[in-house]
């Protein structure tokens, strides 16, 4: 008679932490180098290891992204060498029109408090609008804590930086908490 073997076998629980998931719908699949929709992000953790002093700054390196700067503060994007009115940028796909394109303006929002910054680059931007011809620059937040199941908590950070040939020295702070939801 054929030998019985009996074996016990045990799966363990693992996370796995994926980046960001960007969904098309197309009929048939498409190769990402020939989508309409080149799109490009910055997690968490390279915006931490790219820290800068402004939004363009951070985003200088992303394929088709340069900037134009007046020095080491201000910086605008520059999309496929499409800039100022022609650059989208959004905080959470919100527009940010609280801006001018004068040599001492730049986006008023700090890439330090992101979660992850998304580009979208060519021809596919024009779906955000006109002014987007060139691109958007999406900033996304941090989602906001809850506590459901826990005791309320707090959570936050501080930073502060500095530059030395413009005299510049700020900071940043965030802050959340939650109390039941």
């Not at 363990?12 to 498409?30: C, F, M, Y």
């Not at 060498?81 to 905080?91: D, I, Q, Y």
């Amino acid at each position: 008679p054929p030998a019985h073997t009996e074996r016990d076998v045990g799966l363990k629980e693992r996370r796995v932490g994926l980046g960001p998931v960007v969904v098309r719908g197309t009929r048939a699949p498409v190769q990402p180098l020939l989508s309409a929709l080149p799109t490009a992000t910055l997690s968490s953790d390279q915006l931490r290891r790219h820290q800068s002093v402004s939004l363009a700054h951070m985003i200088d390196n992303l394929p088709g992204v340069r900037m134009l700067s007046t020095g080491m503060e201000i910086g605008k994007p520059v999309i496929r060498g499409l800039s100022g009115a022609s650059v989208l940028v959004a905080e959470n796909g919100s527009r940010l029109e609280d801006y001018s394109w004068s040599d001492e303006d730049g986006p008023a929002l700090d890439a330090r408090m992101a979660d992850r910054v998304e580009v979208v680059r060519g021809p596919a931007s024009i779906l955000y609008g006109s002014d987007a011809m060139g691109g958007v620059v999406n900033v996304i937040p941090a989602p906001l804590p809850d506590a459901l199941g826990r005791s309320p908590f707090t959570r936050g950070s501080v930073e502060a930086y500095g530059a030395s040939n413009n005299h510049e020295f700020g900071g940043a702070l965030k802050l959340g908490g939650a109390d039941n939801g």
